[in-house]
C-alpha cells in the first residue's frame, strides 16, 4: 500500500512510517491524519508486525499542525466536524509505538510524538508547543500529555511561552525514554522496536495496556487493573512457554494466543 504524505516499510516484525512532507517540515494535515490512521490500523491487523517506529526527517519530526490548512478555518469547522478528534485514533493504535525524532517536534509534532509509546530523541531533537504565539492552543492532547510527561510547572511554562526544550532538557524532564547521537537514532529505533516485536505478543499488549491505564485511573483502581490482566495472561500458551522456556533454558517460542 502506498500514501501520499507518510512512507511504511516493513522490516521483519517492524513497521516503519516515516513523515514525508519534506517542503513543509512534515506539518500534519489532514492527508497526513488519514495516512497514518490507516497505517496503523494495518500494522495493527497484521499478525506478522508486532512494533511501529515513526520518524521525520533529520531537520523535523513534524512542525505541528499544518498552519496553512487550519488559518482560514473557523468554530465550526473545527468544532462542528470534530476536526482533531482523528488523532485519537492515532493514540488508541493496541501495539506499541515508538516515536523516534530528530530536530523540531513542535505543536503537533510534540503531541504526536507523545501520543506514540515512548520517544527517543535524537541529540538534536527540539520540543515544544508554541501555539501561543499563533494565539491559539495546543488541540492534540498536548497540553494534557505534556502535563503528566514533565509536571505542571515545565508544561505551564511551555505552553505560556512557546519556548522549545533541548533533548537534554527533555530527557531530564522525563519526556523522552533515551537520548541517542543523531546519526543513530533509526537503528537504535528499529533496534529496540525489534526487542519489543520479539516478545509474546499478548504480553506486549498487555503491559501497553497496563502502563497506559496508570495515567487514566486512580492508583487502586489501576492495581486492580494490572491484577486482572496479569491474571488473565495466565490463560494463554505462551506464559507457559514463555516460563518453560527459563527453566529449560532457551528462547520462546511464541504462539501470539
Ligand atoms: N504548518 C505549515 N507549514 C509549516 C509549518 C506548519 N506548522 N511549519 C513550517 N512550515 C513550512 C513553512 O511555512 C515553510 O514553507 P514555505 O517554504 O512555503 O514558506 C517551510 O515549512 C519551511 O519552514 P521555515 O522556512 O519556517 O523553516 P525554518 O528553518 O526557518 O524554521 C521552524 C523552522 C522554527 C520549525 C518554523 O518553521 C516554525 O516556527 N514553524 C511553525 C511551528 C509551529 O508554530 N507549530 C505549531 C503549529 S499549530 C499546532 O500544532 C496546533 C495543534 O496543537 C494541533
Request: include cysteine; charge should be negative; charged fraction near 20%.
Amino acid at each position: 500500500m502506498t500514501y501520499e504524505t507518510i512512507l511504511v516499510e516493513q522490516r521483519g516484525r517492524v513497521t516503519l512510517v516515516t513523515l514525508n512532507r519534506p517542503k513543509a517540515l512534515n506539518a500534519l494535515n489532514a492527508q497526513v491524519l488519514a495516512d497514518l490512521n490507516a497505517a496503523m490500523a494495518a500494522f495493527d491487523a497484521d499478525a506478522g508486525q508486532g512494533c511501529a517506529v515513526v520518524t521525520g526527517s533529520e531537520k523535523a519530526f513534524a512542525a505541528g499542525a499544518d498552519i496553512k490548512e487550519m488559518q482560514a478555518m473557523g468554530f465550526a469547522d473545527m468544532y462542528g466536524t470534530n476536526h482533531f478528534a482523528g488523532w485519537e485514533v492515532f493514540a488508541r493504535t493496541r501495539k506499541p509505538v515508538i516515536a523516534a525524532v530528530a530536530g523540531y517536534a513542535l505543536g503537533g509534532g510534540c503531541e504526536l510524538a507523545m501520543m506514540c509509546d515512548f520517544i527517543l530523541a535524537a541529540d538534536s531533537a527540539k520540543f515544544g508547543q508554541p501555539e501561543i504565539k499563533l494565539a491559539v492552543t495546543p488541540g492534540m492532547g498536548g497540553s494534557q500529555r505534556l502535563a503528566h510527561a514533565v509536571g505542571k510547572a515545565k508544561a505551564m511554562e511551555m505552553c505560556l511561552t512557546g519556548r522549545m526544550m533541548d533533548a537534554e532538557e527533555a530527557e531530564r524532564a522525563g519526556l523522552v525514554a533515551r537520548i541517542v547521537p543523531a546519526a543513530d537514532l533509526l537503528d537504535d529505533a528499529m533496534k529496540t522496536a525489534a526487542t519489543i516485536a520479539g516478545m509474546a505478543p499478548l504480553a506486549v499488549l498487555a503491559n501497553k495496556e497496563m502502563v497506559n491505564a496508570a495515567f487514566e485511573m486512580p492508583l487502586a483502581q489501576g492495581v486492580q487493573f494490572e491484577r486482572r490482566l496479569f491474571n488473565g495472561i495466565f490463560g494463554s500458551e505462551d506464559q507457559k512457554e514463555g516460563m518453560a522456556a527459563f527453566v529449560e533454558k532457551r528462547a520462546g517460542d511464541w504462539k501470539g494466543r
